[in-house]
Structures are given as C-alpha cells and as structure tokens.
T-cell receptor, first 111, second 117 residues
C-alpha cells in the first residue's frame, strides 16, 4: 500500500508557483521521497527525489521537512503543460523494490 | 526515439480471447516493470524483471496473466481468457537496475489501452 497522503486535486494560476504537499509520516530513515507526474494519455515521468536535503533540478524543487514526515514539490513558474497528476512516493533504496503509486494529486493550471 | 516503446497502443478484444502486449525498454536498461492502471487510479504494480529473471509478481497477477523477457531485452505480457475487468491501461517501465540504486529512475512507455467487450 502507498505510504503517502496527498490532496486529491489542486488549482494553480499559470505563471505562479505550484506547491504540492505530501504527507509521509511513517517514513523510515532509509526511504527516499520520489515525485513522478503523469500527463494525460502518457506514462508517468520522473521529476525529482531526495532523502533529507532539499533538492532542485531543471523541473522542480523538493522541500523535505526536518522531521521528514512531509514534503512539498514546487513548480516555480507553472505552465499549462504542467497540468497532470503528481505522485509522491516513498521508496527504500538499495533494495529490489518496486515503486508503489497512490492516487496522486490532480493539478490544474488555470490560464 | 530511444524511450520505452509499447505496442500496440490500443487493443479491443472480445471477452474470452487472448491478448499479448509487447514492451521494448531502453536498450541498456536491465530492469523492466509492468503496471496496470484503471481510470482515476494510480498505476498498480504487476511484475518486474531483472534481465531475464522475473523477480516478483503481484497477487493481482492471476494465473491468466503471464509475462516473459526471454533474452533480457523486450518483454511480453499475455492475458488469457480476457474478462471485462481486465480493461485498463497496461504500462511498461524500465530502469538501469544499478546497484546501489540511489539514483534509480523509472522510464515509462505510453502504455497499451485494452478494452474487453
């Protein structure tokens, strides 16, 4: 079963920062936080992952709280193409372990 | 295009028929996954391979389902005696399967949409 809790849906105005929260209060010390997104009619796409430090790449930033029980994915300047379902996942590294998806957050970018 | 390729994109079949889907992973990827996704739900894990070895199968994978990866490259997923409940998007993903897996990322194909009438 998925170990994360996310809001079902969110809206964000185009050009603004989209902040997607994720709760993972039962996360273990060796579990990473991963984010994927799925645009309509496509397979999921990797966005970013982290363990305890904040991470940034060309797509997004990941802010993980100090107690690691929650995190926020930030899309700094949302565009209409960012409309998608965003999945927050916790995963143990260094194991033969599959990714378990929850229902994710459906993000609507409004023009 | 060097991404994960799935064929066919769409398949319509009658209940009771057998269907087979193909997945071609990214060429240097050792690990291959199959997921199933129904409307409004996240992808559900079905099975995965490390090279040609099938390492894990979900309890969702009934005995009507079989997956193979004979030479550690492409994979096939067969569903025998299809039922209407099998209607879903079947997604394939691949990854390097590197150890340690610190930066392990899955790359997904666009899926095969199965409709069982």
């Amino acid at each position: 079963d998925a170990k994360t809790t996310q809001p079902t849906s969110m809206d964000c105005a185009e050009g603004r920062a989209a902040n997607l929260p994720c709760n993972h209060s039962t996360i273990s010390g060796n579990e990473y936080v991963y984010w994927y997104r799925q645009i309509h009619s496509q397979g999921p796409q990797y966005i970013i992952h982290g363990l305890k430090n904040n991470e940034t790449n060309e797509m997004a930033s990941l802010i993980i709280t100090e107690d690691r029980k929650s995190s926020t994915l930030i899309l700094p300047h949302a565009t209409l193409r960012d409309t998608a379902v965003y999945y927050c996942i916790v995963r143990v590294m260094n194991r033969d372990d599959k990714i378990i998806f929850g229902k994710g957050t459906r993000l609507h970018i409004l023009p | 295009d060097t991404g994960v390729s799935q064929n066919p994109r769409h398949k319509i079949t009658k209940r009771g028929q057998n269907v087979t889907f193909r997945c071609d992973p990214i060429s240097e990827h050792n690990r291959l996954y199959w997921y199933r996704q129904t409307l409004g739900q996240g992808p559900e894990f079905l099975t995965y391979f490390q090279n040609e070895a099938q390492l894990e199968k979900s309890r969702l994978l009934s005995d009507r389902f079989s997956a193979e990866r004979p030479k550690g490259s492409f994979s096939t997923l067969e569903i025998q005696r299809t039922e209407q409940g099998d209607s879903a998007m079947y997604l394939c993903a691949s990854s390097l399967g590197q150890v340690p897996t610190t930066n392990e990322k899955l790359f997904f194909g666009s899926g095969t949409q199965l409709s069982v009438l």
